[in-house]
């Protein structure tokens, strides 16, 4: 049996079972163990599953990371709206890191009036973009995935650190029922807090839809960020009034 079809067979089985361990998986398909255990590990690495106590859960499908060509044509005049507001808090000679969402891939268009600034990136797609405006671009490098062309892994997350980043802007898969970031991509979530980590201050941009979402891995909760660009009054639930100025509404 080749590759695809065993992640294929294992992908059916865990429709019908919530949860199925390696071993059961490993007699039901006849190969050995520790070939289902690599299966496994290269199913999680595609974000299609959830590696759980010796076994597995498939990942729903709305916790899916959908190709990036689908996801850059949903709501672009609302992320358009979101970027421009967010481009109004980079300053003239200032560090920024912008992250491989598709959120965050609108505000090239209006970076163009910044004088002197440096970006780093990890998405292909948007160092692509800042390049050709003339602005001065790094890309991190490391694995490229291809549902969102875009770099991660250690080597990318050790570029991130080699620099005093002044401003985060990124966005996520979700806020859920309590205020904290989450994504359904591990290697997303690891690099976001690579880059938290290394920046002085924090923009989080982030449409109506992602609030009450709640998908794998915990990123940062809301209240620790410095700006939250939105077009949703959902976010003041999260806040105090003293940390109203922490939140721009679009």
Do not use: W
């Not at 390049?131 to 549902?147: A, D, L, P, R, S």
């Not at 570029?159 to 359904?184: A, W, Y």
């Not at 700006?227 to 009054?233: L, Y």
């Amino acid at each position: 049996m080749l590759k695809e079809e065993r992640y294929d067979k294992i992908l059916d089985i865990l429709e019908k079972e919530e949860y199925v361990s390696a071993l059961q998986l490993s007699r039901m398909l006849y190969v050995s163990l520790p070939t289902i255990r690599r299966d496994l590990a290269e199913l999680h690495r595609r974000n299609q599953i959830t590696r759980s106590h010796g076994g597995a859960k498939k990942i729903q499908s709305e916790h899916i990371v959908a190709p990036l060509n689908f996801r850059k044509t949903v709501r672009t005049t609302e992320k358009r709206a979101l970027c421009r507001a967010a481009a109004k808090l980079v300053n003239d000679n200032d560090i920024i890191f912008i992250d491989s969402s598709t959120t965050t891939l609108q505000m090239a268009e209006f970076l163009s009036e910044k004088k002197n600034i440096t970006v780093i990136t990890n998405g292909i797609p948007l160092a692509t973009v800042l390049v050709k405006k003339g602005i001065k671009t790094y890309c991190t490098g490391g694995e490229i995935f291809q549902n969102s062309l875009a770099h991660f892994g250690s080597f990318a997350e050790d570029f991130i650190q080699r620099f005093n980043i002044d401003t985060l802007f990124f966005s996520c898969h979700g806020v859920n029922e309590k205020g904290m970031l989450t994504d359904p991509s591990l290697p997303e979530t690891q690099i976001r807090k690579v880059a938290i980590n290394q920046s002085k201050k924090t923009v989080f941009i982030c449409d109506e839809t992602k609030f009450l979402l709640s998908t794998p891995y915990n990123l940062v909760p809301i209240q620790k960020l410095d700006h939250i660009v939105t077009n949703s009054t959902q976010v003041y639930k999260y806040f105090q009034s003293e940390d109203s100025n922490k939140i721009i509404i679009v």
